[in-house]
């Protein structure tokens, strides 16, 4: 069974900390992606990934820096954390070929306080 | 670039009734591909049908279809005999020409009322 998985379901933490989220997925993908959802906003794409070590800004990605060193895994970095990041982060995977239908991890729920 | 719009922040449908969930697009692409996702309360992300650009027919997948107008740019999302269990948030999305990301619209929120 296709398994993406993020490291934390909830997550407090204060402003100015540095915060990590972790991705992993099991399905041998290339692509990988972090996406915020916010109420009355949808889904809005931070930073994406071809392939080990590449990276991609999407549209929103200040605030945030990625990180691919293996390519099972991508790490969504909060430098600073600030109250307005608090939200929703959904990690997602695809492969690069067919119409590469993404697969979503569970969800964090961050809250910076 | 691409762009998804959902004009239904919210829906309700009677348990059994069908329900159309609206979505439009706009790409130059010619060729692109069109998703519906749906996302319970539990905040999962479940993939519920595609469309690409250039099938010929609606596609159909158990009580989800797609009812595709290239014409107009919509990929409406029919959801027949509707349960509660189908009450959710759902999300049109697409992507362009190529290995390109999913854009995604802001959703519709389904009640199904007994």
């Known amino acids: 069974d296709v398994k993406v998985t993020q490291s934390s379901r909830y997550l407090v933490k204060r402003t100015g900390e540095k915060v990590f989220l972790e991705c992993v997925q099991d399905?041998?993908?290339?692509?990988m992606f972090w996406y915020r959802q916010d109420p009355g906003l949808g889904l809005r794409l931070i930073y994406f990934?071809?392939?080990?070590?590449?990276?991609e800004k999407g549209d929103i990605p200040e605030g945030y820096s990625v990180s691919r060193e293996k390519k099972e895994r991508f790490s969504l970095i909060l430098e600073s954390a600030s109250t307005n990041q608090t939200s929703m982060y959904l990690c997602?995977?695809?492969?690069?070929?067919?119409?590469?239908?993404?697969?979503f991890g569970p969800g964090t729920r961050l809250t910076v306080l | 670039a691409q762009k998804i719009t959902q004009t239904q922040p919210g829906m309700f449908v009677q348990e059994k009734e069908a329900v159309t969930l609206d979505c439009t697009y706009d790409?130059?692409?010619?060729?692109?591909?069109l998703f519906w996702y749906k996302q319970p309360s539990s905040g999962e992300m479940i993939f519920l049908i595609y469309?690409?650009?250039?099938?010929?027919q609606n596609a159909t997948e158990g009580r989800y279809s797609l009812n595709f107008q290239k014409a107009r740019k919509s990929a409406n999302l029919v959801i027949s005999a509707s349960q509660l269990g189908d009450s959710a948030m759902y999300f049109c999305?697409?992507?362009?020409?190529?290995?390109?990301?999913?854009?995604f619209g802001k959703g519709t929120r389904l009640s199904v009322i007994a």
């Open positions: 999305a697409m992507r362009g020409l190529g290995n390109t990301p999913l854009v």
């Open positions: 469309q690409g650009s250039y099938d010929q």
């Open positions: 990934s071809y392939d080990v070590k590449m990276k």
């Open positions: 997602a995977s695809s492969q690069s070929s067919g119409y590469n239908e993404q697969f």
């Open positions: 790409t130059s692409d010619p060729s692109y591909g």
């Open positions: 399905m041998d993908h290339e692509n």
